[in-house]
């Protein structure tokens, strides 16, 4: 069964390790339906392990991601991320 999703939050970054927890902890603390939002992260071509922080980290919504291995830039980030989006 198809989830029904109503928000999509689309998070682009590049070598952004620290502040991306930071967020992921602030989106934890978000009281949201579980069934409506999705958490979509696109790596921009990071040297550092974000991209890999972001798949272990634990959240109560639907997570997707991508990953360039070059940086590409926030326009093909950003439609990376809309193509992802439910």
Do not use: H
């Not at 991306?20 to 949201?32: G, M, R, T």
């Not at 974000?50 to 070059?70: C, R």
């Amino acid at each position: 069964m198809k989830k029904n999703i109503k928000f999509s939050c689309i998070i682009i970054g590049y070598n952004t390790q620290e502040s991306l927890l930071e967020l992921l902890k602030s989106i934890n603390s978000q009281d949201y339906s579980n069934n409506d939002i999705e958490i979509i992260y696109v790596d921009d071509g990071s040297n550092d392990k974000s991209y890999e922080k972001f798949l272990d980290y634990s959240l109560p919504y639907t997570k997707k991601s991508s990953k360039f291995y070059d940086n590409r830039g926030r326009v093909f980030a950003t439609q990376e991320g809309i193509k992802l989006a439910s």
